[in-house]
């Protein structure tokens, strides 16, 4: 099995940067398309980011597009989400999740293409 703890949330102002990790441990060959999701307080899960084993294709949901990198270090056994000029809007629990699968263009963006879950990290940006 794998284990995945987040780590980075906090609170921002309006057009800051946080980055967050994902530090893999157990099965990390299992990781092998990650992803950040975020729930907002009465929102549903929604998809941010994704990348696959090689770190050579990523996605982004439209609302982080450009705002947004997702990037992964395998010999540390960990993804990264460095977040640039932060919205209120972005405010949630930002939860990541890997895949066994390779990346596909078509599974990237679901949650049920995934196999295991962070605990969240909460971040907040105030206007």
């Known amino acids: 099995q794998v284990q995945l703890v987040e780590s980075g949330g906090g609170l921002v102002q309006a057009g800051g940067s946080l980055r967050l990790s994902c530090a893999a441990s157990?099965?990390?060959?299992?990781?092998?398309?990650m992803g950040w999701f975020r729930q907002a307080p009465g929102k549903e899960r929604e998809f941010v980011a994704a990348?696959?084993?090689?770190?050579?294709?990523?996605h982004y949901a439209d609302s982080v597009k450009g705002r947004f990198t997702i990037s992964r270090d395998n010999a540390k056994n960990t993804m990264y989400l460095q977040m640039n000029s932060l919205k209120p809007e972005d405010t949630a629990v930002y939860y990541c999740?890997?895949?066994?699968?390779?990346?596909?263009?078509?599974?990237?963006?679901?949650?049920?293409?995934?196999?295991?879950w962070g605990q969240g990290t909460q971040v907040t940006v105030s206007s």
């Open positions: 999740a890997a895949s066994r699968s390779f990346y596909s263009s078509s599974g990237y963006y679901s949650e049920e293409s995934y196999n295991y």
């Open positions: 157990g099965r990390t060959f299992s990781t092998r398309t």
């Open positions: 990348i696959s084993w090689s770190g050579g294709n990523t």
